[in-house]
């Protein structure tokens, strides 16, 4: 029987393909091919996904490989994201203090006037304006910016360098390596200077280690490059994905502008709800070992999809799942991930979209498309979908 290609055409790029909800009734953990050719299972349900997310014998680092199945080609950069415990367990014990909620709570206030200067920005436009240029694509990388301790004289220089280092396939590769080379070696300087006067920000933070074990110079460098691979487009496509699923029925922002005690839980719904991640791309793993998962096993060195963009549409997890309730009781949505890799950076992610929606509702509550919805052009890429602008009127 021919396999099914993964990842799944979307009509609707802002709701998930109906193959999901079909795959978790009948064959929740399936077999796919991928766009490489390579073979993969692709799990759907919440608590299989959680199983492959907190399981050991699922592996990153086997992706390394040269002959081991991917749904993309490796970035070549710095990266702890292919590492596995006990390596990654220590990265994330000398990490984690720098990312803990309540240690990121100094950030807020400045968060919140990063996010309000972009939509007062927006707000000095004439109508219709460019939502993704003027406030989705720059706002993640700036905020960044702003809690890695980058000085505002020096955003514009960072910004470049980060945007042309990371446009795999979109810009020459002389000029990307050059790009990189300007980063790193900035990256280089700011750490020697923070470790010689340390500030009020993560990479000081980062900086300090715990117990007299420091993070080497090679890993500092490869965390700040996942920070900003995980910060920028990444970011930039959920809060598309974020204001389009508002904008959809005006009454959600009207309720956020007069209820803004809901925007924080508005936002996790609105995070399950996100298809930006374009099924699943990154989330692959690699079997070290024999595993049974949904009745089915799966070799060794089998390659595993756990999809959390399918995850968080489960209905026995979800009632109404397909439904936006911006009041959801309970949201144990996976967009994050869990287990030994969830995302160390979702903290400040969840500050930067949660001071972003309240600013909105609040000086916007009338923000809508300026074009019939079907009239955006969506970029043609495989992840971290966005259209290639979104004019909105107010």
Same mark, same amino acid.
């Given at each position: ?12 790029? @802002? ?38 997310? $907190?399981?050991?014998? !699922? ?7 040269? =002959? ?14 292919? /590492? =596995? ?17 309540? %240690? ?18 927006? @707000? ?5 304006? =460019?939502?993704? $240029? ?14 890695? $301790?980058?000085?505002?004289? %020096? ?10 280092? &990371? ?9 990307? +390596?050059?790009? +990189?080379?300007?980063? +790193? ?23 300090? $280690? ?14 700040? !490059? ?35 005690? !809901? ?6 719904? /609105? ?36 999809? @959390? ?8 997890? &979800? ?8 009041? %959801? ?6 967009? !994050? ?5 969830? @995302? ?8 930067? /979209? ?41």
């Amino acid at each position: 029987m021919e396999l099914a290609s993964f990842p799944f055409p979307q009509a609707d790029p @802002c709701l998930p393909p109906p193959e999901y909800a079909r795959l978790r009734a009948t064959e929740p953990v399936a077999p796919v091919r991928l766009p490489t050719g390579d073979r993969a299972w692709l799990v759907t349900r919440h608590a299989d996904v959680l199983t492959v997310l $907190g399981d050991e014998r !699922f592996s990153r680092h086997a992706l390394t490989g040269p =002959d081991a199945p991917k749904l993309a080609p490796i970035p070549p950069m710095p990266s702890l994201f292919y /590492l =596995d415990p006990p390596q990654q367990s220590r990265i994330r014990r000398l990490a984690g203090p720098a990312f803990h909620p309540a %240690r990121l709570e100094r950030f807020r206030i400045r968060v919140e006037q990063v996010a309000g200067s972009y939509v007062d920005r927006l @707000c000095g436009l004439d109508q219709p304006a =460019d939502l993704l $240029g003027t406030v989705a694509r720059p706002l993640p990388l700036a905020v960044v910016a702003t809690v890695l $301790g980058v000085p505002a004289e %020096r955003q514009a220089d960072f910004s470049g360098w980060v945007g042309t280092a &990371f446009a795999f396939g979109a810009v020459p590769p002389d000029q990307q +390596m050059a790009a +990189m080379g300007r980063l +790193m070696q900035y990256l280089t300087e700011l750490t020697e200077a923070r470790r010689k006067e340390p500030d009020d920000d993560v990479l000081s933070d980062l900086i300090v $280690g715990e117990g007299g074990d420091q993070l080497t110079d090679q890993e500092l460098t490869a965390l700040i !490059f996942d920070l900003l691979g995980a910060g920028d487009q990444p970011v930039t496509a959920e809060i598309v994905h974020l204001l389009l699923n508002v904008m959809r029925d005006p009454a959600r922002l009207e309720l956020l502008h007069t209820r803004p005690e !809901f925007v924080p839980g508005a936002v996790e719904e /609105l995070l399950r709800l996100s298809q930006s991640a374009g099924g699943g791309l990154g989330s692959i793993r690699i079997a070290v070992a024999d595993v049974t998962l949904g009745g089915v096993t799966i070799r060794a060195g089998d390659a595993v999809i756990p999809s @959390c963009n399918a995850a968080n549409f489960d209905e026995s997890v &979800f009632p109404d799942a397909e439904q936006v309730d911006l009041t %959801r009781p309970s949201n144990p949505h996976l967009t !994050f991930a869990q287990g030994i890799h969830h @995302c160390i950076g979702a903290p400040i992610g969840r500050l930067e /979209l949660t001071a972003l929606l309240r600013r909105l509702a609040r000086d916007l509550p009338g923000l809508r498309l300026a074009v019939a919805e079907n009239e955006l052009r969506w970029l043609p890429v495989p992840a971290f979908r966005t259209p290639g602008e979104i004019p909105v009127r107010w």
